[in-house]
């Protein structure tokens, strides 16, 4: 499975951002899909992910209420809305395919590409 991941960008406190991760050569439609991050000097960490259906969605503490996730199964192609930027969101951002479940960075079977954010105060 080949995951790219686009959208990033500099963006001001409070602006809006949306990413996109298109797969290709897999069963996309059967993942569970998320988006991770990873800022200078921490670990990557989990930031949102979907079920295959989207019906199950679960995010991060520190992005509820301002980050929203999405596929579109017919484009092999998962979302990651991002409002109300903050620059502690600051950071390169990682597509995940075929997560095991909702948690850490060992439960991911496929990585795309990180996607830099940076949100200047």
């Known amino acids: 499975v080949q995951l790219q991941a686009s959208g990033g960008g500099l963006v001001k406190t409070g602006d809006s951002l949306t990413l996109s991760c298109a797969a290709s050569g897999g069963a996309f439609s059967t993942y569970i899909m998320g988006w991770f991050r990873q800022a200078p000097g921490k670990e990557r960490e989990f930031v949102a992910g979907?079920?295959?259906?989207?019906?199950?969605?679960s995010y991060a503490d520190s992005v509820k209420g301002r980050f929203t996730i999405s596929r579109d199964n017919a484009k092999n192609t998962v979302y990651l809305q991002m409002d109300s930027l903050k620059p502690e969101d600051t950071a390169a951002y990682y597509c995940?395919?075929?997560?095991?479940?909702?948690?850490?960075?060992?439960?991911?079977?496929?990585w795309g590409q990180g996607t830099q954010v940076t949100v200047s105060s």
């Open positions: 995940a395919g075929d997560l095991l479940d909702f948690s850490g960075p060992s439960g991911v079977r496929h």
């Open positions: 979907i079920s295959w259906s989207g019906k199950t969605i």
